[in-house]
């Protein structure tokens, strides 16, 4: 049952070749012969998804069935789950049971898919390797040893392993392409404002973005579509009709202009890389597609930038962990203050301790003008260079990230090289476009992941870009060794 996708189980689950309590028990078997290995699922909900495959069974007994009814499906463990431990990868919401859905959590359930666990991830999402996940790092299938990418690496592993057909992540500055790109999955970060951020546990809210992860492109059309939508308990939800994403699918490509930034094929990039993605690209010229050099100047600006205006927004969210209301208290406090400091002293990692300091100190009198005042202007920068690119192309392709997967604790000890890990992914939150990322070859047995851009809400055409390239190609299907 693993080697369908989520289209062609909800054909099987129409047909009535097995149920979904069949298909749910199935996995759940998969999640605890693996989940040992690779650690994708910080806490598996076995009784929560039997429940909900019965209910979905029931709606297809009766014909009211949608394409997700009866899918499982895993969610990242940064979306509130009612009556569900919601940690988001931290020590501080370790003993957190949510009381209440996330947006995102709720659309899975009305469309009657089936959630079997919430999925290991960097703390607060702040990572590009899982590695600061107080549960441990998670291991990418295709080679132990190396990082799933961060930080919804939980998810990319868990859809890489076929331990689930598809996945929730989050995408802050790289967070749902850089582990699809690691692990050689599908993942979709949609333009800003599509999917509503209620209940999704806030990092840096200005760039905070949900997606997909699944195996193709049509499979994350699917999910999409169930995960877009206004909502008026997110103050930036768009207000916005959204399509059968699937449905739009299949229109020809002939006479598209693909621009390349000559940012995102220079200097620092593993030749392998970019030699995957020149031959991905003449995927593209096949299909009827002009490739154009473009530039976008002010692109090796936007990781500073983002190390500014990410840390100051965090600082902010992350205030309300003080022990007080949820979250982790410290024993026996003397006095508040003593509260306060120790709380969050226990409750969180170094990673969060970094940023948390270095936002209130951008934040702070004195120095907001110097810092975060002088990076939304540089971040207005980058999205004008993107707007010019659009006037003269209809999207933007390039490697997802510099190199294929590297070893767990290789950049553990400098920030500042992982940080520049997300250099191909960060100027796309920072302008609120949507990208995603398919698998478009293997170096040295590892995934590369190509990026495919866009200008705002053209998700349709991203996704049936990347539906074309899986019709001719077949590195979304290559499984990792151990996992066929
Ligand atoms: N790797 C980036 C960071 O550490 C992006 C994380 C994300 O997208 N959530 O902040």
Redesign the pocket.
Known sequence: MHSKTITELSMALGRGEFSSEELTRYYLDRISRFNAALNTFITVTPDIALGAARKADERIRLGKAGPLTGIPIAQKDIFCSNGVKTTCGSKMLDNFVSPYDASVIERFSQAGAVMVGKTNM?EF????SNETSYYGPVRNPWDSDRVPG??SGGSAAAVAGRLVPGATG??????IRQPASFCGVTGLKPTYGLVSRYGMIA?ASSLDQAGPFARTAEDCALLLSTMAGFDARDSTSIDLQIPDYRAGLGKPLAGLRIGLPTEYFGEGFDPGVIEAIEQALTVYEALGCELKEIHLPNLPLSVPVYYVV?PAECSSNLARYDGVRFGHRCEDPCDLEDMYKRSRGEGFGAEVKRRVMIGTYTLSAGYYDAYYLKAQKIRRLISDDFRRAFQDVDVIMGPTSPTTAFRLGDKMDDPITM?LS?INTIAVNLAGLPGLSIPAGLVQGLPVGLQIIGNYFTEQSLLNLADHFQRETDWHARVPQGFE
Do not use: I, K, L, Q
């Open positions: 960097d999402a702040m990572g590009s961060g930080s989050t995408d802050t500055g790289g967070s990092f990410a940080y997300d």
